[in-house]
């Protein structure tokens, strides 16, 4: 009996020291991270080798930077597994998410003041339009059609509400920008405005940017707008990972972007330029505006 006790022994010893399973890192090899270049900057990102540097400390591996020429180029490659990170827009990340299924929001980015995106809204002046239903007899301004903000999620809030409105409506007034949408309203070339406003993570509207204060800025009383309606939030673009990427460096990802701008305010600053209050934890569920914009468009607006 003894001697087989031992016999069992050595050869759970044998099991126990053998060699341990690859860890992730060595299964991933080279940890690839893609981001579209500004405009007109070629493949060129600045601070490359700051930010190379603070990923690889980050997860403790090597990391390169693939710069796409578009969120079209980066979705390829995200849904065929050449990139595990990305750094998206609101509706890439609902395109690519509608794509694969295979990816997932890690963080986004806040304002300053607190604010994590926009919601639409039909803001009118001295009660001309009462309600959604009235639409069609009144003047309605709204942004061009390339417009996410100013045209795509005021529709896609409306559909939503089983309201729907063509691009060719007779009631809408089509400006070519928002801030001339806004110089309709006041100047009373129109009775109501599709406008936005950022908002906190709670859904509130947030400070006094949008079209409300931009309006009074140029001299229209506050007392005189009313909102009719408000879309849902269209929160600011995710940075995604990979599904299937390991846990743990899921994990060290999100400790490491929610910390940065109280850690490393510089990196922060290279790696958001537009949005300077750090980064939130993000989930699927933060985007659902953004996927049915993106199923308004594939649908050509027949939602």
């Not at 002046?125 to 239903?133: E, I, Q, S």
């Not at 750090?278 to 594939?298: C, H, N, W």
Request: aromatic fraction near 6%.
């Amino acid at each position: 009996m003894k001697a087989a006790y031992a016999m069992l022994m050595i050869v759970l010893g044998a099991v126990w020291s053998g060699p341990a399973r690859a860890d992730w890192r060595d299964d991933i090899g080279t940890f690839r991270i893609g981001i579209v270049a500004e405009p007109g900057a070629g493949n060129t990102v600045p601070g490359l080798a700051q930010l190379t540097q603070a990923f690889t400390n980050a997860l403790g591996m090597k990391v390169e930077f693939v710069v796409a020429r578009d969120y079209s180029a980066m979705i390829e490659a995200q849904a065929n597994a050449r990139i595990e990170y990305a750094i998206y827009s609101a509706t890439a990340y609902a395109t690519v998410s509608q794509r694969c299924g295979c990816v997932e929001p890690l963080v986004a980015p806040v304002d300053s003041d607190g604010a994590v995106g926009i919601r639409s809204v039909l803001l009118t002046r001295d009660g001309k339009l009462p309600g959604l239903a009235a639409m069609q007899s009144h003047r309605i301004a709204i942004a061009p059609p390339d417009s996410v903000g100013g045209w795509l999620l005021p529709l896609a809030g409306l559909a939503a509400e089983h309201v729907r409105i063509a691009e060719d409506a007779p009631f809408l007034i089509h400006a070519d920008s928002a801030s001339a949408a806004e110089a309709m309203l006041l100047d009373s070339r129109a009775d109501a405005l599709f406008g936005w406003v950022t908002v906190a993570a709670d859904g509130q509207p947030q400070g006094l940017r949008g079209s409300q204060s931009r309006l009074e800025a140029a001299g229209m009383p506050a007392a005189a707008l009313q909102t009719v309606w408000t879309s849902g939030v269209l929160r600011y673009g995710p940075h995604v990972v990979r599904s299937d990427l390991d846990p743990e460096a899921k994990r060290r990802l999100t400790v490491f972007l929610t910390n940065l701008k109280s850690t490393t305010p510089d990196t922060y600053d290279l790696l958001e330029s537009k949005h300077a209050g750090g980064f939130a934890v993000a989930t699927p569920k933060d985007y659902e505006m953004a996927q049915a914009i993106v199923r308004l468009v594939s649908d050509g607006g027949k939602q």
